[in-house]
Nanobody, 111 residues
Framework: VKLVESGGGLVQPGGSLKLSCAAS????????MAWVRQPPGKGLEWVSD????????SYADSVKGRFTISRDNVKNTLYLQMNRLKPEDTALYYC?????RGQGTQVTVSS
């Protein structure tokens, strides 16, 4: 299993970013996938997940209405569109398959 996140960066409050996670080494279309994050000095926090065919999604209350998870089962890629970002969204973001995760991509929201 290989999960490679990208798309993080520094953005001002109210801005947007789109994260991607390129998956390989398994049949991507058969698995629920998730995004989790780790704020500085804190533990992992579940953000969102999506079922294998992409028609059922769930979100943490802290991101509901601002973030959108999606997937492309042809490209074996998971996405997280993040809008109206807040400083408290600052974290290292990981995509996850079960208990497996990539190296993460850093999102920093600051003016």
């Amino acid at each position: 299993v290989k999960l490679v996140e990208s798309g993080g960066g520094l953005v001002q409050p109210g801005g947007s970013l789109k994260l991607s996670c390129a998956a390989s080494g398994f049949t991507f279309s058969m698995y629920t996938m998730a995004w989790v994050r780790q704020p500085p000095g804190k533990g992992l926090e579940w953000v969102s997940d999506i079922n294998p065919i992409g028609d059922i999604t769930s979100y943490a209350d802290s991101v509901k209405g601002r973030f959108t998870i999606s997937r492309d089962n042809v490209k074996n890629t998971l996405y997280l569109q993040m809008n109206r970002l807040k400083p408290e969204d600052t974290a290292l973001y990981y995509c996850m398959k079960g208990a497996q995760r990539g190296q993460g991509t850093q999102v920093t929201v600051s003016s």
